[in-house]
């Protein structure tokens, strides 16, 4: 039985909802774009780089990746890493049903997908994937918190329940604070 590790991330911090522009098209903040580079900086290290990406395509989840990319790209001393990325209208307001219709389409042979996203559709997919919420993520899965999720599966029609947590952390537990501005 092979492994996938399905990484979820919330986007990371976006403008205001009191802002006059749709809810689709609020882009990240300075404070977000750090909270995305500590976060690529920290799944670089531990070694979870995709091999796919699905993502929303609203501007802040786009945002979002593409600042973890540009991490990866420095870690990796190269331009050239660009797994396949999936931006998709379906990930936007989505639910636990889309991501794991979307999911259970990818080719055997991708091991670690990320799953960029929005709450609580990102929470609610750890919530089914886990027996137990980690316990960083008790009260509510922050801005660009990240749960790695580790499957037991030989393709990614994966199953309730049948995840293991390998990783739950968010910027603010990797020390980066809003007053650090």
Known sequence: ????????????KAASKELPMADFDRALTEFGRQQASLMGEHLSQKGFLPQMILCSSSLRTKQ???TLLEIFN???QTQAFTPPLLLSDDLYLSSVSTYLQTLEILPSSIETVFLIGHNPEIEAMMDWSLEKRPDLFQ???T??????I?????SWAI?????QCLLATSPKQAGLRANKL
């Open 1 to 12: 039985m092979s492994k996938r590790q399905l990484v979820l991330i919330r986007h990371a």
């Open 64 to 66: 979002t990746w593409e």
């Open 74 to 76: 420095a870690s990796l």
């Open 139 to 141: 009260d509510k899965f």
């Open 143 to 148: 801005t660009c918190a990240v749960a790695v």
């Open 150 to 154: 580790q499957f037991e599966s030989d």
């Open 159 to 163: 199953k309730a329940k049948s995840g």
